[in-house]
């Protein structure tokens, strides 16, 4: 009997190891908390302070305005805000950095009942026109996922992302990106440098759009 006991107890000591193991593994590293509050909506009128079309060249040629530009991680902490408040609430509170030429993306994940955070380090591309972006990386808690085993948990949630999936690749299609059309992007120097062109006939819709916009709001409210 008590060698069944010295037993049991060794495998109860196993588990809670084991459960310990996991629940350290799956706690974040540097805590829960999120600074979110800098991030805001991009609008029309931002494009246009920006200076995004002053910084590109028009073409006679092409009829549209080419060249690049260049984005923090604080632009795209803004663009992401923006982009995914329609589809996903947890990507309101994200911290956004970019390291070792990849883009890193912190948000908020709960594991069963573990609050936790996950990491998802992405490299972006061009093709077609449509705006690739490859998983690298998912590191959950002290977990990192990646290779074929990234490719299957991506799979499998296939059905919850609203944008074409490949492998390890989200597709943002350019109609997604208008007014916006996308020929390059790359990521050096801590910044992201997206080479792209605006359509002279976008460019004055999206002028069109902000003063139609701006009338509207001087208007008084009946």
Same mark, same amino acid.
């Given at each position: 009997m008590k060698k069944v006991l010295k037993i049991l107890v060794g495998i109860l000591v196993v588990i809670a190891l084991a459960m310990g193991g996991v629940f350290y593994a799956l706690q974040p590293e540097g805590g829960m908390s999120f600074d979110n509050t800098g991030n805001r909506e991009i609008t029309k009128e931002d494009i246009v302070k920006m200076g995004l079309l002053q910084s590109l060249k028009f073409s006679r040629e092409t009829e549209s305005f080419e060249g690049s530009i260049n984005l923090t991680a604080e632009d795209v902490s803004n663009i992401v805000y923006t982009f995914m408040k329609n589809y996903e609430d947890d990507m309101m509170s994200n911290d956004i950095k970019i390291e070792d030429n990849k883009l890193?993306?912190?948000?908020?994940?709960?594991?069963?009942?573990?609050?936790?955070?996950?990491?998802?380090?992405?490299?972006?591309?061009?093709?077609?026109?449509?705006?690739?972006?490859?998983?690298? @990386?998912?590191?959950?808690g002290k977990i990192n996922v990646h290779g074929g085993l990234l490719a299957k948990i991506m799979a499998s949630q296939k059905s919850e992302i609203p944008f074409e999936m490949r492998d390890r690749s989200i597709i943002i299609p350019p109609e997604t990106l208008k007014p916006i059309n996308l020929t390059g992007i790359?990521?050096? @120097?801590?910044?992201?440098?997206?080479?792209?062109?605006?359509?002279?006939?976008?460019?004055?819709?999206?002028?069109?759009?902000?003063?139609?916009?701006?009338?509207?709001?001087?208007?008084?409210?009946?």
């Open positions: 890193m993306v912190t948000v908020p994940v709960e594991v069963e009942f573990l609050k936790t955070k996950a990491t998802v380090s992405v490299v972006p591309s061009v093709e077609n026109g449509s705006l690739v972006v490859t998983v690298d @990386n998912i590191k959950v790359k990521i050096e @120097n801590n910044e992201i440098k997206a080479d792209m062109r605006v359509t002279l006939r976008d460019a004055m819709q999206c002028a069109y759009d902000i003063l139609v916009q701006y009338g509207n709001s001087l208007k008084p409210a009946a």
